[in-house]
């Protein structure tokens, strides 16, 4: 019976990215570009995107590496390794790039990209504008990893999923209509320091006390 379970299991380890007997990597994760505010404010007087670029490695030793440092967004994807602080990048169009790991951090091409923590939702977040609370909106996240969401006299539920940086929404009911899981869904990309993210046109915070 043990080997059956054994055997079972290990059989369905790939279908969630994952290999039997294989550790996952330790700086597998997602990386966000230090940018400084002086690149911030020279983007902005010239009417440019301000610049942006991530890094996501993952525990399968995939990569993708998103930026917007011009006028037109790249994204590069690409197996990579690790060996003695370096990460080697491998792209899809056989080019090779390097970084340098530091504390929480590495170096590409001469930038800094940041490790982006994992951030707790848990609890009640509002939408705010223009520095003012608006309590009537809400969200709320649950630790049995659902979701309730209230406005007005609408209101959904569902699950949510929070993987590097990204949170992920997945209706269940709309109103008092069931929905069938994933097929309506949301990605969210999350702040740097996990204080606010936007649905939409609107920017949520943690509620107030």
């Given at each position: 019976?043990k080997?059956w379970?054994?055997a079972?299991v290990?059989?369905?380890?790939p279908?969630?990215g994952?290999s039997?007997?294989t550790a996952?990597?330790?700086?597998?994760?997602?990386?966000?570009l230090q940018?400084?505010?002086?690149?911030?404010?020279?983007a902005?007087?010239?009417?440019?995107?301000?610049?942006s670029s991530?890094?996501?490695l993952?525990?399968?030793?995939?990569?993708?590496?998103?930026?917007q440092l011009?006028?037109?967004?790249?994204?590069?994807?690409?197996k990579y390794?690790v060996?003695n602080g370096?990460?080697?990048l491998?792209?899809?169009?056989?080019?090779a790039?390097?970084a340098k790991?530091?504390?929480?951090?590495l170096?590409l091409g001469g930038?800094t990209y940041?490790r982006?923590a994992?951030?707790?939702?848990?609890?009640?977040?509002?939408?705010?504008?223009?520095?003012?609370?608006?309590k009537?909106?809400?969200?709320t996240f649950?630790?049995?990893?659902?979701?309730?969401?209230?406005?007005?006299n609408?209101?959904?539920s569902g699950?949510?999923e929070?993987?590097?940086?990204?949170?992920v929404?997945?209706w269940?009911?709309i109103?008092?209509d069931?929905?069938?899981?994933?097929?309506?869904?949301?990605d969210?990309n999350?702040?740097?320091d996990?204080?606010?993210f936007n649905?939409?046109t609107?920017?949520?915070e943690?509620?107030?006390?």
């Amino acid at each position: 019976m043990k080997r059956w379970i054994l055997a079972t299991v290990t059989a369905a380890l790939p279908a969630f990215g994952l290999s039997a007997g294989t550790a996952a990597e330790p700086c597998a994760g997602l990386y966000r570009l230090q940018v400084s505010q002086e690149s911030r404010s020279l983007a902005k007087l010239s009417g440019k995107p301000e610049p942006s670029s991530t890094l996501k490695l993952a525990p399968d030793h995939t990569f993708l590496l998103e930026s917007q440092l011009g006028d037109a967004p790249t994204k590069k994807t690409g197996k990579y390794s690790v060996e003695n602080g370096t990460v080697n990048l491998s792209l899809a169009e056989n080019e090779a790039l390097q970084a340098k790991l530091g504390d929480n951090a590495l170096t590409l091409g001469g930038l800094t990209y940041v490790r982006v923590a994992q951030t707790s939702l848990l609890g009640c977040w509002t939408v705010h504008k223009n520095g003012l609370e608006d309590k009537s909106i809400r969200i709320t996240f649950n630790k049995d990893g659902t979701f309730l969401f209230s406005a007005w006299n609408a209101s959904s539920s569902g699950k949510y999923e929070l993987t590097d940086g990204h949170l992920v929404l997945l209706w269940t009911k709309i109103d008092d209509d069931k929905v069938e899981l994933g097929s309506i869904k949301k990605d969210i990309n999350l702040g740097v320091d996990g204080t606010s993210f936007n649905i939409d046109t609107f920017r949520y915070e943690r509620k107030s006390e």
